[in-house]
């Protein structure tokens, strides 16, 4: 991968911009190698969406709620049930978060890869 610069147009609005936007914002619209704009087009296209956190702990948030009326009806095998549903619950959403973030991440490598070769001098 090419040296990039800080202040690289590869990096502003990263990873928020089309390869056509930036291909814009380096002036090199009517110089850029096809191959390498329709690899980045082709990486653009597969971008996978951002996972919400907040979402996520607005969920968790609301299923501990729930453990006080079930501690106030003081039933145990309820309570512990309940709890332990939770627990799973709590495990599988972390484990997808972690999932779909580490998707994201790679995604976002591959495609800082394929726009910095597009940027390349030929």
Known sequence: MPDLSLDSWVLRKFPDSSPKEAAIAADRSDSVDLEEYQRAMWVWRRRPSESSILVQLL?????????????????????????????????????????????YRRWKQDYLRSLARLTRDR
């Open 59 to 103: 969920i968790f948030g609301v299923g501990a709620l729930i453990h006080i009326p079930l501690m106030l009806i003081d039933d145990f095998v309820i309570f512990a049930i309940y709890h332990v549903l939770y627990v799973c619950f709590v495990a599988l959403c972390v484990g997808r978060f972690l999932w779909l973030e580490s998707r």
